[in-house]
């Protein structure tokens, strides 16, 4: 038995949350879910936009499901996400990123895992206003922030035998910051003999990534260039619907897609689970559940290759829950 947060978050948050919820139920794992919210919703019931309970339950659970959560202005918070993951040191941000078959994209053989600093850079919440008419934010970059996430994406790569771990930097004009955050690289990497260390520089990275994807296998960056990098590359597979994602610290972990609330198509039944259920699938491997996660990502893959009950985001014309259902008869015929 497993206790897990669950934080439903606003717009599509919580029709894929509850989709997840279930096909997690459908492997047969027993969960008890606490069911806590925070953002926008909560917000304008309670005025609170984090309520304590949300941070006693992930203190208590250590690990957490998260839908996506709009943090609305002028509340006191930049966003709730870069708070939870700074207040929780969850300072690696993993996004996996593959070509799904049944998914017609010009590429076919996509495989990279994004490692993306999550804690400081230039979303260390440092940022006024020095005149009238100027504002600054400051980049903070430290050693051991950097060290930290370049060995997370060193040591993935040694235990998924790759071969090449390429960092993406702008060190040659933000000497100091970037410059320091690659020379950690560059250390960390002599530990690594196997694995050659690859530098692009970020403006450079977009056009190879749009151009040739499949050359990279692990990559490794600050916080702002991950979080661009990562929606570029889940263009490439087929859109936001369909990536997950992970926030890991020392003791904690929170799971969560890399796509927003999607306000556009919220509330409709449009919006495409897969990206959640994939994101819980991560969260069960990471308990120790590989045969269930297994499960899950199968089902999932065989439902959008069959093509019939997919959302409409993949050309399909299933709704969330027709999609979700599709997935949990599949997974229930494995
Ligand atoms: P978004 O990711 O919500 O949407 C971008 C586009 O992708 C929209 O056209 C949307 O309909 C589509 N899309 C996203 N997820 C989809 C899904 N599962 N199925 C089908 N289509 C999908 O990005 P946007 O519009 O820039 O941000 C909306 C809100 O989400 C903002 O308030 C932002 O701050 C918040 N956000 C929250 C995140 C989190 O909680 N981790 C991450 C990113 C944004
Ligand atoms: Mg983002």
């Not at 997370?152 to 004009?173: C, D, L, P």
């Not at 556009?264 to 259920?277: F, H, Q, R, S, V």
């Not at 990471?286 to 269930?292: C, F, I, T, V, Y």
Request: aromatic share 6%.
């Amino acid at each position: 038995m497993y206790n897990i947060t669950l934080i439903p978050g606003d717009g599509i948050g919580p029709e894929v949350a509850d989709a997840a919820k279930n096909v997690v139920e459908a492997t047969g794992l027993e969960v008890k879910w606490d069911i806590v919210n925070a953002g926008l919703t909560v917000y304008e019931e309670t005025g609170v936009l984090v309520p304590d309970k949300v941070f006693k339950s992930i203190e208590k659970n250590k690990v957490a499901l998260k839908g996506p959560i709009t943090t609305p202005v002028g509340s006191g918070f930049r966003s709730i996400n870069v708070m939870l993951r700074k207040k929780y040191n969850l300072f690696s941000n993993v996004r996996p990123i593959r070509t799904i078959p049944g998914i017609n994209t010009p590429f076919k053989n996509i495989d990279l895992v994004i490692f993306r600093e999550n804690t400081e850079g230039l979303y260390s919440g440092i940022e006024k206003k020095s005149s009238e008419d100027s504002a600054e934010a400051i980049k903070l970059t430290t050693k051991d922030a950097s060290i930290r996430i370049v060995k997370e994406a060193f040591s993935y790569a040694e235990k998924n035998n790759k071969t090449k771990v390429t960092i993406v930097h702008k060190a040659n004009i933000m000497k100091l910051t970037d410059g320091l955050f690659l020379d950690c690289a560059r250390e960390i990497s002599k530990n690594y003999p196997n694995i050659d260390l690859e530098e692009v520089i970020v403006d450079n990275m977009c056009m190879q990534l749009v151009m040739n994807p499949s050359q990279f296998q692990v990559i490794v960056t600050t916080n702002l260039y991950g979080d661009i990098l990562s929606d570029l590359c889940a263009g490439l597979v087929g859109g936001l619907g369909l990536v997950p994602g992970a926030n890991i610290g020392n003791d904690l972990a929170i799971f969560e897609a890399v796509h927003g609330s999607a306000p556009d198509i919220a509330g409709k039944n449009l919006a495409n689970p897969t990206a959640i259920i994939l994101s819980a699938a991560m969260m069960l491997n990471h308990l120790g559940e590989k045969e269930k996660s297994n499960f899950i990502v199968d089902a999932v893959l065989k439902t959008i290759d069959e093509g019939k009950f997919v959302t409409r985001d993949l050309g399909g014309s299933a709704s969330t829950n027709d999609m979700t259902n599709a997935i949990i008869e599949k997974l229930l015929s494995l």
